[in-house]
């Protein structure tokens, strides 16, 4: 009796299964069509978003080169190809969402809700991008300029003015990532933002030391070197009678692109002046006086 149940529950089973497999292939036979449709769809939508980006490529191209037979800014030139890449990839990603199924209207209620949505969590982002037309429209710095940004004191020479950031190229070619927002909202210093720049130096000698010997030769230093322009005002004083030192102060111009050699060979020749006519530059030193009982 046993025996017979166990193979009547597996006929059961059996006849179960060959049903299911049953069902299983008319439904694909049935929407065999669909499928062939849907994959179809698919491989289109591929084909249609390499042939765009194609497309977006070379529109770019001939932008970014009637920008330069134009001589327009830099910084022009890389926002507006920043941006330019930003609606193209989002036009064609709309179009190929409604050629292959999607809605029109729906699309565009559906945008038009995410984009309030997006526009309340990315008010920082188009604070940026805000940021960015201004630092085009106003220009504080171009392309190449030596920037200080006053607040975080980041500084480098500018790389790239994009949408929402610029790039500033460190002396030691790191490259920082600054939000326009922040450079528009806060002060920074452009270092080259004209053709000259003022050398300012501080140097200390000693008390004891002969003070117009030690100006005398400073000023000579300053108007021998070759990237001193010798049109612009040199000056050399006292700056400060300081705790341990008289501190000499010294002025003149430079190039910009000379500023930094020059400032390194003059401080250099400074020393190896002072050392030839024994003027010492002083240790920091506190003098204390003992007290008598």
Known sequence: MDGAAAAEEVAEVAGNTVEEVNQLTEYIKENIPAM??????????????????????????IVRRSLERSKADKGVEQFVDSLLKFILYFLLLFSIATKFGVDTASAAALIASGGVALGLALQGSLSNFAGGVLILLLKPFEVGDYIIEDT??????????????????TIDNKTIVIPNGILTNNSLTNATAGDERRLDLKIDISYDADLKKAKALIERILLEDEAVLKD????????CLGESSVVIGARAWTKNETFWPARWRILEKIKEQFDENRIEIPYRQLMVHMAEK
């Open 36 to 61: 062939l449709g849907f994959g179809m769809k698919v491989i289109l939508a591929l084909v249609f978003f390499i042939l765009g980006r194609i497309i977006i490529k070379w529109i770019r191209r």
């Open 152 to 169: 975080n004191k980041n500084e480098g020479t500018v790389k790239e003015i994009q949408i929402f950031y610029t790039k500033l190229c």
């Open 232 to 239: 612009e005002e040199i000056n050399v004083f006292v700056d």
